[in-house]
């Protein structure tokens, strides 16, 4: 048998983008993945600007944006913009992505609390209820279902200090954003980025990854306390939220840059502090 440097579980987007990056550097790599085809799983439709700069960075972007994923066809929703729509005062939004060649994905978001849908039968409710958060009727007007409908939570996981004994866990495997504020597919790929530079400033692997592992955790931190913002202002349900939105919003309106940027241009790229929360929530 023979020997490998690295052994990748996984040959999704974090998986395979690192093993390509260190075998580009002379590791020795094995990748070991149990799909012989690629399974849709109805993610990934917006990768972050920041997430941009890392596929740059591995060396797979020109891979990423040759694949496309289509689910409703016929559609005369644009294709040279996504839109996304808050109902903040309902705790729902409304998403559509184009695909080209007139199919889009589109999505529709509630809270937990709200039964799912799922099937051929719910996509006439699928459309009503995303039609009544706001999303343009005549996006839909002649519209036909291409794909499954189906219902899969928002909710965010993580492993403390991803890294054990020779073993990193990158990508969803190491933390799971919540899916409204599309920065999986980015945070996934700093994490393969962040551990092959920590490899390779390292001969010493079992220091380099504890080193990716506490860099990890300073990302996540800052990724997911700006979520729990964002879920804050424009998700939460009840007088208590709906007192912050009012407070909050139309002070957003006049001046933009007091939504906090981490969603564009990264955990790190600005602070995410009490100063900043403060700021965003209008209480000061």
Known sequence: MPDYDIITVGGGLGGASFAKAMAERGARVLVVEREAKFKDRVRGEWLAPWGVAEAHELGVYETLISQCGYHIENTPAPMDYSVAVFNPFASRIALMFPQGDRRARFYFGARSSEPGMSGDREVPRFIEESVKTGMPAEYFEGATSAGPLATFSGADSWVDHPYRNGVALIGDAAAQSDQTWGQGMALTL???????????????????????????????????????????????????????????????????????????????????????????????
């Open 190 to 284: 700093r994490d393969a980025r962040i551990l092959r530079d920590a490899l390779l400033a390292d001969d010493d692997w079992e220091a380099a990854g504890h080193a990716y592992a506490e860099e990890h955790d300073r990302q996540f931190h800052d990724l997911h306390t700006a979520e729990s913002w964002f879920t804050g202002i424009f998700m939460e349900p009840g007088a208590e939220a709906d007192a912050r939105r009012a407070k909050a919003l139309p002070q957003v309106a006049m001046d933009q840059t007091r939504i906090p940027d981490t969603f564009f241009s990264g955990p790190g790229s600005a602070p995410v502090d009490e100063t900043a929360r403060r700021r965003f929530f209008g209480e000061e």
